[in-house]
């Protein structure tokens, strides 16, 4: 389970040296986009020979019904490697459902350390990080979404649990409103973007009522959202 | 923010070059533990020169007024590394309680990429991670902790949200027997120990009811443990 760039910096500023010596010794890779994982294998290692490597690509499009033919080349003893769009594999992409599979078959699964967003934009926070919960998406449907958002407020409060979600990135500014639209002003916000990208990352903690005056120019850069009670 | 070993493998195979340059440059680090945090310095650069550095320890025995004066470098424009004694630093120490000091007065907060011994054990799991919960420890006394670890199950199923939680390494293998003991046998009940060390590491996901005749060697290594529906 290989982490891959979330940021357009160079990989040594965020890849442990180590991943990229695991990665030059494979040659079969699940991947959730082929195209972004032969730029980032090329970035980590120019002298990498692609061609010799096979690619599976595993993501929402991929009929569930081969997710347990992809792992024939490691039940034959070869080893493979897994790696998502951006961050961590497994996180946030179909990956997950390949990895159960091979567990559930007694088949080794090696996790290596990269840059995750979620823990990344928790640790910045200040908020939290004895109790958190990452809560992806949420609805899109304009009632269930405050429903969802006001319930996960009401957790932070009772639980003391950070409550994290995304959005896509073309409707952080919109989802930004509307967080400030629905939480409590005491609420504690935390919005962080751009991370791992020395020019654009940011991670800023506030309490609702001062994001009212605060625009986000992030229309294009994954941001992560983060509650906690004040 | 800094992560740090969680083994001791050599440093450069999870921890990324960038976080060596970072540390390089400061002068001031706030620390969980000044002793791990002097060896973890030198191993990541055997040229740096320790008595340079000043550490300002922070851990659950740090009178809590005092916080703020941590921060008092930072506040002067000299930049500040805060490291955990393992893993990514304001996750399961103190260091958020400054990060949120930090965050309130508008200083920069930047996280940095590394290994989470959290997010590696759930990419290993194969469960869920586009939902997920950390609960940190469970609570120690009996009839609590059987009632706490009821709830997760039972949220397990309902939100179909992945469980993490940890243990005292001594008490690893008491536990496993208690969460064979209350959880559904068919719960699949994955367990982490050992990550970034190629001799020790091991990420097994089971049904409870499989790990009945398993018994855990790893009373000294720390483990993390995550829970799902089948």
Chains 1, 2 share one sequence.
């Not at 990989?11 to 890779?29: A, K, Q, S, Y």
């Not at 061609?51 to 009929?63: K, P, Q, S």
Request: proline share 7%.
């Amino acid at each position: 389970m290989i982490p891959v760039a979330i940021s357009d910096a160079p990989v040594e500023d965020f890849i442990p040296h180590g991943n990229i010596e695991v990665m030059r010794g494979l040659r079969h890779f699940i991947v959730e986009n082929v195209r972004t994982a032969r730029r980032f294998l090329k970035k980590c290692d120019r002298e990498i020979d692609i061609d010799a490597i096979t690619f599976y690509e595993l993501n929402g499009h991929t009929d569930r019904n081969i997710l347990p033919t992809l792992l024939e080349p490691l039940r034959k003893g070869e080893p493979m490697g897994m790696m998502s769009e951006a961050g961590c594999p497994g996180v946030a992409d179909p990956g997950a459902e390949v990895a159960r599979i091979a567990q559930a078959e007694g088949l080794r699964v090696i996790p290596l350390a990269g840059p995750s967003s979620i823990l990344m934009s928790l640790m910045a926070s200040g908020f939290n990080g004895q109790g958190f919960a990452f809560n992806g998406y949420l609805p899109i449907e304009n009632d269930r979404r405050v429903k969802v958002i006001k319930e996960l407020e009401a957790r932070a409060y009772k639980h003391d649990m950070t409550q994290i979600f995304i959005e896509t990135p073309y409707r952080n500014a919109r989802f930004l409103e509307f967080l400030v639209a629905t939480l409590r002003p005491s609420t504690l916000l935390s919005v962080a973007s751009g991370l791992t990208d020395p020019q654009l990352e940011s991670a800023v903690t506030l309490p609702v009522a001062r994001w009212r005056s605060r625009s986000l120019a992030m229309d294009k850069t994954p941001a992560i959202f983060l509650i906690s009670k004040p």
